[in-house]
């Protein structure tokens, strides 16, 4: 699985992986929407400590929803680790 990790790691934060799924969904996006949802996932360490930014999804252990817009990132805790899931058109 590919790695992207946040610029300017702080000690404690938590590797951001992108599975291949969400890269490809990533990729087909309009470019505008692709910058919304790099920037999202840039944020994504800070995130996961505000909970106010992120929703647990229900009937799954650790996965969060992050909103970009009208897009939404699906993403998990994983050990120290996020993995992003996916991104989808909300709808």
């Not at 490809?24 to 996932?41: F, G, P, Q, Y």
Request: glycine share 6%.
């Amino acid at each position: 699985m590919p790695t992207a990790q946040r610029d300017g790691d702080s000690v404690g934060s938590p590797q951001v992986l992108i599975s291949n799924t969400a890269i490809n969904m990533i990729s087909s996006l309009h470019h505008a929407d692709k910058e919304r949802v790099e920037k999202t996932i840039r944020q994504l360490t800070f995130t996961v400590k505000d909970q106010s930014k992120a929703e647990p999804l229900k009937g799954l252990e650790n996965a969060y929803v992050a909103r970009s817009g009208d897009l939404r990132v699906i993403f998990k805790r994983e050990g120290a680790s996020l993995v992003i899931q996916s991104v989808v058109k909300r709808g």
